[in-house]
């Protein structure tokens, strides 16, 4: 969230999606009911460092650290938050004070606080516990929101697969000690994870469909979701068909094992270094990519979801059940997740990241990978678009050869080293607004620079002069907020460019 953003909304004040709460020294007990509120009606902000005014109180600096890690713990204990929802605060800093803003989203279950269901309107929280008929109307409306809570009352414990759920029993044991699922058996994992429900309006009670698709038999599987495919596909020389393909119809493990296997297969892992130590940036970004095309997918739409490799981009489609439209930016970006009990077991497996972190990850990764920000796009089909790095060194086969980019590097300086380098800045910074507008800094930044050095200032001047980018404020061209993007003549010089490479 940006500072901008975060004065809008305490300068609007609060409501039924915006609260805020005093925080100098040490959390209020009331957050938590808040939370619990706001995922179980429409989600919401929470802003802590905050008057109920909207005036800034901040958090005082050696309280903060504490306060972050009592608000992890908290989220991820049952006996405060049930089922537990994890969520991770973004610091933002405004008129000198720090504030803590927590995006909470609406959830697919019904929370408790305390052992209390707390709903939300416009003049607060209130306490909803023993209230029949409101309780009965939230189960409900989860229930109509949210197909993957579907019951399938005949599905019995021997229709899924054990081995797969003792995987998510020995992963979490791995990745956590002493969390509460290593212990459960297999039907008390499944209610645990939410994946075994009650519907309050029928009495009926059984495996839902998030659990079939995460743990079921093929044929189980394709019984519940006869539709359920996720097509992986690499296009790369033969554009009207494919050089490669796997059509997936099976669980969401392995669907994420072999999806992972598939980008292993065709995109290059470039050298990375992250402070003093490499990581794989494609482990990084594909990990996040492929997890999201499973979890957020509205399962009811026979729209088969897509991955598709390309000589410089990659592509992902899923149907989707939009919460907003339009494009995802990762400083405003309010997370909700389309399967939360879906998107839990991927998250306890540490296949996916905390809500909202993914996001912010993804987009910092995929800039220094394909040099953009990925477009993420929310629709009724949602769509992520992320850019290769360019590799002019295709085989004739037209398949990805795996050597070191040229973008992984952000200590060098590219321009400064013509030589070393296949094509010209000026081209690259073309290639580099492909994606969309950027600033100056956000060029220099994607072309592995430290700093906005001379040379691209003059690249830019060029690429004015002949009218193949331009400015998107072109009545205050030295606005701090000016970014430059392609003109028609630009996109049509690069895709010129881009034909004497096929």
């Not at 297999?186 to 009670?205: C, H, I, P, W």
């Not at 950027?438 to 592995?448: E, P, Q, W, Y």
Request: charged share 25%.
């Amino acid at each position: 969230m940006t500072p901008e953003h975060l004065t809008r909304l305490l300068r609007d004040g609060e409501g039924l999606t915006v609260e805020f709460k005093r925080a100098r020294e040490a959390l209020n007990r009331d957050i938590y009911e808040t939370i619990c509120a706001f995922l179980n009606q429409r989600g919401g902000t929470l802003i802590l460092g905050a008057a109920d005014d909207g005036q800034v109180t901040g958090i005082a600096s050696d309280a903060l650290a504490q306060m972050r890690k009592d608000l992890a713990n908290t989220l991820h204990n049952p006996q405060k938050i049930n089922p537990p929802m994890p969520l991770v605060p973004e610091q933002v800093e405004l008129d000198g004070q720090v504030l803590l803003v927590l995006s909470v989203p609406e959830s697919s279950q019904v929370h408790s606080c305390n052992g209390r269901i707390f709903s939300r309107n416009e003049d607060g929280d209130f306490d909803i516990t023993g209230r029949t008929q409101l309780i009965a109307e939230l189960y409900l409306r989860k229930q109509d929101s949210y197909s993957e809570n579907r019951i399938f009352p005949f599905l019995r414990l021997d229709d899924l697969r054990s081995d797969l759920i003792e995987r998510v029993r020995h992963n979490v044991r791995l990745q956590r000690s002493g969390h509460p699922w290593a212990e459960l058996d297999d039907l008390e994992l499944l209610k645990s994870a939410r994946l075994y429900q009650r519907d309050y309006q029928t009495g009926e009670e059984g495996i839902s469909m998030a659990g079939a698709l995460l743990f079921g038999r093929d044929e189980v599987v394709l019984g519940v979701v006869p539709h359920h495919r996720t097509d992986a596909i690499l296009r790369v020389k033969d554009l009207d068909r494919y050089d490669d393909r796997d059509d997936i119809r099976t669980n969401l493990l392995e669907s994420y094992d072999r999806l992972m296997a598939f980008v292993n297969k065709h995109v290059a892992d470039p050298f990375y270094l992250e402070g003093n130590q490499r990581v794989s940036l494609r482990e990084r970004i594909f990990r996040e990519v492929v997890a999201n095309l499973l979890i957020h997918r509205e399962y009811l739409n026979p729209f088969p979801a897509k991955l598709i490799i390309q000589r410089d981009r990659v592509t992902t489609e899923n149907s989707n059940n939009p919460h907003g439209l339009g494009l995802l930016r990762p400083d405003d970006f309010a997370p909700s997740p389309k399967n939360p009990a879906i998107a839990r077991v991927f998250r306890e497996m540490q296949w996916a990241e905390e809500l909202g972190s993914g996001v912010r990850n993804l987009f910092k990764y995929a800039r220094a990978f394909g040099g953009q920000d990925p477009i993420l796009s929310e629709e009724s089909i949602f769509r992520v678009t992320l850019m290769l790095p360019y590799r002019p060194d295709l085989s004739d086969k037209g398949m990805i050869i795996r050597e070191p980019s040229p973008w992984a590097e952000p200590e060098s300086q590219p321009e400064s080293q013509p030589e070393s380098q296949p094509e010209s800045l000026q081209l690259r910074v073309l290639r580099c607004l492909r994606g969309g507008p950027l600033s100056k800094a956000a060029l220099s930044r994607s072309l592995g620079q430290r700093s906005v050095s001379g040379p691209l200032n003059h690249a830019v001047r060029q690429l004015l002069a002949e009218n193949l980018i331009e400015y998107t404020l072109p009545d205050k061209p030295n606005s701090r907020l000016q970014t430059y993007r392609l003109t028609p003549a630009g996109q049509a010089h690069l895709a010129q460019q881009d034909s004497h490479h096929e």
